[in-house]
């Protein structure tokens, strides 16, 4: 019988230089600049309701004041965390790895074939957008994988939230 294909994640690595560190940086900031953003249009798209809102319903004006000002907070918020990863980023040394995000893979998967070791624990590793090494992580003989390299940080999640 022949296997069947199967998507799986396959996490993305770069390796840590300077030109990396730059770029990293500039996406963080580009991130910041976009909730700075959304924080001026939040200003400027609820103040003429705000003000209209004040004159016919003081009390619903209030909790609305309120949730204007959470969201703002969350986004301030988001943006002191990506602005904490950019100080983190400098400190980072220079062939270590970070994790730059997560790809979708496919496999052949066929009888007799182990699972949880075809669908877990592969990585490509780059440098330079150059890819340095493809990784499949091992499995010892109860199953279980080996130690992963570790992880460092992950950019993209964070802008994710």
């Known amino acids: 019988m022949s296997g069947i294909i199967l998507k799986r994640n396959v996490i993305l690595r770069a390796i840590v230089n300077d030109a990396l560190k730059e770029e990293l940086k500039e996406e963080l900031q580009r991130a910041a600049?976009?909730?700075d953003h959304r924080i001026q249009q939040i200003d400027f798209s609820t103040k003429p309701y705000l003000t209209e809102l004040q004159r016919t319903n003081?009390?619903?004006?209030?909790?609305v004041r309120r949730q204007i000002e959470a969201e703002k907070r969350k986004q301030q918020e988001m943006r002191d965390a990506l602005m904490q990863r950019k100080k983190e980023i400098e400190?980072?040394?220079p062939g270590t790895?970070?994790?730059r995000g997560t790809l979708e893979g496919y496999v052949e998967v066929k009888e007799g074939d182990n699972l949880a070791e075809v669908l877990s624990g592969v990585e490509i590793v780059t440098k330079d957008n150059i890819v340095q090494?493809?990784?499949q992580h091992k499995f010892d003989e109860q199953g279980e994988a080996k130690q992963a390299p570790q992880i460092i940080t992950d950019i993209n999640a964070l802008r994710e939230r």
């Open 33 to 35: 600049d976009e909730i």
């Open 58 to 63: 003081l009390q619903q004006a209030i909790q």
């Open 91 to 93: 400190e980072l040394e």
């Open 97 to 99: 790895e970070v994790i």
């Open 133 to 135: 090494e493809i990784r």
